[in-house]
């Protein structure tokens, strides 16, 4: 414990350092990094939405849904008794007095059978639902050519009562899960308010070919949808001065994710644009690529200072930014994307120390390095299928390993 | 050939023919609903976007990125001549003279060092980034105090470029994939154009506790969302007159999806409408749930008639309709599902001659059917993690037989 806050003691002073063109003297692990993410986050307030608003979204309570009992048909057909049925075949049909149910309050008679469509109530006394093809209407009567089991046919409330008690907060409601709570007529569910996203793009870097916002925002806006947030880009802010004032304006939001100007570069003033306008609380983590990221925040909301190179603001964001803003959705902090575990067909190398994320290609055989020997950069993961973190105290995986692949997200 | 033509205009009558009160004679297997789908499906025409819109758009030619070589440096630190720096030791420091390379232009003198910072070009002759924490500033010098390796913290554009060329048509472009291309400096990507489908909702059925489109009209266009497609919801058309109008008026969009009435029930009009405003091609699919989904169209567009019930309409879009919707986007036609293969722990069964989609749950020690003895119908579908089909030839699957499991769509 002693050891642990003299570290963090140590890290404090070396954030508030300047690690400008002398690179970091101490970084932060990966689990450092996620300790202090879920420290300062938790999932932000409820909304109350209607049913046709809430796929994707997050349940904050499970959802209010009026009790009571209730036998539908699930197919179109006859209501019947099962026991009425017995014995019925093609060649020996049993006979039905063709009954009116419409209503369906009026008790099924013995040996009758009621007209039904999906979705209608059963007349009480009817236990099964005959289907046309194993009946044959006669004028007021209709020949069972068939046995039916007692609950073919029938669906009951309860059971979907019972699945959607089970719909409990944390959840996120899938397009399916969503239709269940219309049905059972649910109006409104509580769900988490989408956390809000400042985006800032630092100025771009004088010597550099582009602005860094062209080639990140984007994909950091795509990356936040997929997360359930909500992106508010603002314009780029020029210099510490310029950058330290948005973000101690960044009051009404969730959280900032400041896009780029994080590294060690003479240009690099958002470490002390944070440090002015708040507190960084850390810079410097061990991971590679993304290992200029930097934490901290401004008024009460965290801020992630993500790298501007787009491969690092990437990786950056998927192993660090991603988590706060899952937790801040009430969402799994988990990395989201979905695994395969598969064989490396060749080697990753990786340097000991430092979480490394390499991107691979999927084959039939297995996996392997997206980028070895030919491509750098973002260029293999944009060849790349997903990608593989290799854990600090590795230094890599031979060829023939397992790993756990997380597969690039679609969209 | 002939028995197969034969077969299909059996279908072609069977699908002219009033089901309504008597069943399916005949239902279509699922691979000649495919059929019917490809042949009546391709990607629509392309559309222009910037790289900032382009993410989850499916390529429709490969991008146009000006030519030309040149290396940036990927990481902050010195522009070096990596043999310059052989031999170089914390206690045997080199020596580089620190030169302006300000624009890049001018060419590294030998024994010299310029900053970079990531993103910038390297000024000719370099051939490695040194990292500020291996490095010393001395003045007008710079103390070296490890060797480079020739490329380290390089980047070639060429590399980038080479990814840039393999983005080929159809392929879905993801967050990182327009990082690199908004790095690359393209303006504008050819992308296929969003399929724009019409949503209609048949009335409600007089005798059903609510409107159908109520619980499946929200969960629809979540899946159409999710392949890619922009949903036009429709006003309500009530009754057979109502729908083939509606149906006739349909032109200007690339499908219509119908949803309910397309059942045995003697209120199930969308089959009839259909024929009435154009054509309905095959009705009665051997899939359970979803068989009484219909395929046909209304002028040139391609029209779905699924059914009313939610887990029937959930299933005729995921195993028919998502199918025509993903073609018409340029996308890969197969179910998007991520998928596991896992050991069944619970038999499944099914019935012969019917796709059978089951839902399962999915535990550590594998999979087993969300709905088996305590719930049924949507509830299952709301219980389970993905589910599994069951081709019509097979009666089930027996505990410990290994099964593909389609993971549910998070949202």
Not at 28 to 53: C, F, K, M, N, T
Request: contains cysteine; aromatic residues 4%; proline residues 8%.
């Amino acid at each position: 414990m002693a050891a642990s806050s003299a570290r963090a003691g140590a890290r404090a002073r070396a954030a508030a350092a300047d690690v400008r063109m002398q690179g970091f003297a101490e970084r932060s692990s990966l689990e450092e990094a996620y300790a202090w993410i879920d420290a300062a986050s938790s999932a932000v307030g409820p909304e109350a939405v209607e049913p046709g608003r809430a796929v994707g979204r997050v349940l904050a309570a499970s959802p209010a849904i009026a009790d009571g009992e209730g036998v539908r048909a699930a197919e179109d057909g006859y209501a019947v008794r099962a026991q009425d049925t017995v014995g019925a075949a093609p060649y020996n049909p049993l006979v039905l007095a063709l009954q009116d149910a419409r209503g369906g309050a009026a008790p099924l008679a013995p040996n009758a059978a009621a007209l039904v469509v999906a979705g209608s109530a059963l007349p009480p006394g009817a236990d099964a639902v005959l289907a046309f093809a194993a009946a044959q209407a006669q004028g007021g009567a209709v020949e069972v050519l068939a046995p039916v089991a007692v609950g073919a046919g029938v669906e009951r409330r309860g059971e979907a009562l019972g699945t959607a008690a089970k719909l409990s907060p944390g959840r996120p409601l899938r397009p399916h899960d969503v239709a269940l709570l219309a049905a059972l007529g649910v109006a409104r569910a509580e769900v988490v308010r989408r956390p809000r996203i400042r985006l800032l793009v630092a100025g771009p870097k004088p010597w550099a070919a582009g602005p860094v916002g062209d080639a990140c925002g984007p994909m950091i806006a795509a990356l936040l949808a997929r997360d359930g947030a909500a992106a508010e880009p603002c314009a780029a802010s020029e210099g510490r001065r310029g950058l330290a004032s948005a973000l101690s304006g960044a009051g009404g939001c969730d959280a900032v994710l400041v896009i780029g100007r994080s590294g060690v570069g003479p240009d690099d003033e958002a470490p002390l644009a944070l440090a002015d306008a708040g507190e960084l609380a850390l810079h410097g983590v061990a991971l590679r690529p993304g290992g200029s990221t930097g934490l901290g925040r401004a008024g009460r909301a965290p801020v992630v200072l993500l790298p501007g190179d787009p491969l690092a603001c990437f990786f950056g964001y998927e192993l660090l930014a991603g988590r706060l803003v899952r937790r801040l959705g009430g969402r799994d902090p988990a990395l989201p994307h979905p695994t395969r575990e598969v064989e490396l067909t060749r080697k990753i190398a990786s340097m000991v120390g430092f979480a490394d994320v390499c991107s691979v290609r999927l084959a039939d055989a297995g996996a392997e390095p997206a980028g070895a020997g030919e491509e750098g950069g973002l260029a293999a993961a944009a060849a790349g299928d997903g990608f593989v973190v290799v854990p600090a105290p590795l230094e890599g995986y031979p060829a023939g390993a397992r790993v756990l692949v997380h597969l690039f997200s679609r969209g």
